[in-house]
């Protein structure tokens, strides 16, 4: 067990530091509190104004600690247990992707959307993506488990969904239309991957 870490470690350790950078980094936002979010955080009229960082930045910074540490978690479980399906490369194609998409999904089609943060809507591709890419090597396990995020993600989008839920721990609602946005661009994300590892594959010269 403790080999298998330490192999791990050794043959992804960029990797690992990069996950643990991005984890530092967004607590150290969480710690700055107002301040940080206030210049970061999404809001339709500063984008309107130009400040179109905040399409982007918004995802880094979060309501309150709890929040923070929901997400955060989230992202570093992800990142641990697809380890053999994430790499730099792929993680920096989720984000540089998924992050400007998103926010402008926000601003074209959410137009009663006030203000925004948080990291879960890009959480929510990343999970997707991460079962996409899985389905090749374990198909039934990320099938099902894909067909759960996905009810999950129309159950949100129901009218009697209370988006209300984790006021008490988060400090505000839950922006439903944040996690559909995300899970669409990793299914996207996902598919492709998926599909260029089927034909690099399938041309690949057999012995």
């Keep these: 067990m403790i080999d298998d870490v330490i192999q791990r470690w050794h043959a992804n350790r960029g990797y690992y530091l990069v996950v643990l950078a991005a984890v530092v980094g967004m607590a150290v936002l969480a710690l700055f509190g107002d301040s940080a979010g206030e210049a970061l955080r999404y809001r339709r009229d500063a984008v309107a104004d130009g400040q179109w960082w905040r399409l982007v930045s918004c995802h880094l910074v979060h309501l309150n600690g709890w929040h923070a540490l929901m997400n955060l978690t989230g992202f570093t479980l992800v990142c641990l247990f697809f380890d053999d399906l994430l790499s ?58 894909l067909a759960l995020v996905v009810g999950r993600l129309v159950y949100e989008q129901t009218p009697g969904y209370d988006v209300n839920y984790a006021k008490e721990w988060i400090g505000g609602r839950v922006h439903v239309n944040a996690h559909l946005y995300g899970a669409m661009v990793g299914a996207v994300l996902g598919g492709a991957l998926w599909w260029r590892e089927h034909r690099e594959e399938k041309n690949s010269p057999s012995a």
Excluded: E, K, N
Excluded at 95 to 103: H, I, N, Y
Excluded at 111 to 129: E, I, K, N, P
């Design 88 to 145: 730099l490369r792929r993680l920096a194609l989720w984000f540089l992707v998924s992050a400007p998409l998103v926010g402008i999904a926000f601003y074209l089609r959410d137009t009663s959307l006030a203000g925004y943060v948080g990291l879960s809507g890009l959480l929510h591709g990343l999970f997707v993506m991460c079962l996409l890419l899985g389905i090749r090597g374990q198909p039934a396990l990320h099938l099902v488990v």
